[in-house]
């Protein structure tokens, strides 16, 4: 699959969500370059703001198969990958797979359950494999992980393990819609209080599994040439030398961020990586991995603003 084939499903699957999903443009994109770039993505914002529905919709529109997990206190870790339960007929163990088993994977409010739960997705957003009592089942590949959380209602929330966010590809803050596609949102759901019903929408498939590969195998393949490599990696080991942070990026995340930039460039209808590629993701890809220093909190210091600094910093290749 060429990248003007990738360019034109991704178009058609953009103006399918945007039909249901209205005012979120720029989250609908970071969510095509997460499929391309086999990505899990944290979306963080405000209750009603359409995450749920934007999974929803990505689902429907690439005939993703899709489980749905809200998160509470009370969850287990067999609650989401599953567990062998006995049968007294049989005398034996059987597997009863957990909502892990799906293509494409809702974490709703994620925050809400402890670490020792969120920390059953470990093995399966990294090698997209779940052990159970020993024994090794694998998921689908094209699993993907769509995690939400509410960044203003913190009581009850856990924070998440620096080693499960390290996983998320991006962390993308989904916005309040403007006034003019707010107006269009209650114009088009104002006739009702629940989440509306996606397949009466009549929404067409836009692509399938395997055609989902063949795009993901050419955005691996796409040229990322040396100076932009050298400036991928200037930029995350200048996260680890800022003294303002106390905990830098990882070199998963110079990875991902390479990654993701390819899949942004095919996105936008190019065979080769910029360095405004590599700009546009450094936020949304190192933003939940770094850690402020204490005295940075108290002058009122931020890590978008951090990064932002960095970026200012590191020269860009020309």
């Known amino acids: 699959m060429d990248v003007a084939q990738i360019k034109h499903i991704a ?3 953009a103006a399918q969500v945007s039909r249901i999903v209205v005012g979120q443009s720029a989250v609908i994109e970071a969510m095509l370059v997460a499929l391309l770039a086999e990505g899990h993505v944290l979306l963080e914002g405000p209750p009603g703001t359409a ?3 934007l999974a929803r919709t990505v689902a429907q529109v690439l005939d993703m198969s899709f489980n749905r997990i809200q998160f509470t206190p009370d969850l287990m870790p067999g609650d989401v990958v599953g567990t062998n339960l006995f049968n007294f007929q049989t005398s034996s163990f059987s597997l009863t797979k957990g909502p892990v088993f799906t293509d494409l994977l809702l974490a709703d409010e994620i925050n809400r ?6 920390s059953a997705l470990l093995q399966a957003m990294q090698e997209r494999i779940v052990t159970i009592d020993g024994e090794t089942y ?7 992980v769509v995690a939400t959380q509410n960044p203003i209602e913190q009581e009850g929330t856990y924070p998440l393990p620096e080693a ?3 996983r998320f590809l991006l962390k993308v803050v989904v916005p309040f819609p403007s006034r003019d596609a707010e107006r269009a949102i209650v114009k088009l759901h104002g006739n009702r209080t629940s989440m509306p019903a996606i397949e009466s929408y009549g929404l067409q498939r836009v692509a399938t599994m395997a055609e989902l590969e063949a795009a993901r195998h050419t955005v691996a393949t796409l040229t990322l040439a040396d100076e932009n490599i050298d400036y991928i990696v200037d930029l995350v080991r200048a996260t680890r030398e800022h003294p303002a942070l106390l905990h830098g990026a990882s070199p998963r995340a ?3 961020l390479a990654t993701a930039s390819r899949a942004l460039a095919v996105v936008r209808g190019r065979e080769f990586v910029i360095p405004d590629d590599i700009k546009e993701l450094f936020v ?6 770094i850690v402020l220093a204490a005295g940075a909190e108290v002058e009122g210091m931020t890590t978008d603003g951090v990064l932002q600094q960095i970026l200012a910093q590191v020269p860009a290749p020309r």
């Open 164 to 166: 499960q966010l390290d």
């Open 11 to 13: 178009d058609a699957l």
């Open 113 to 118: 359950t402890p670490p020792k739960t969120q």
């Open 51 to 53: 995450k749920t529905l």
């Open 138 to 144: 694998p998921l689908s590949a094209g699993f993907l």
């Open 284 to 289: 949304p890809t190192m933003q939940h991995r």
């Open 254 to 256: 110079a990875s991902m």
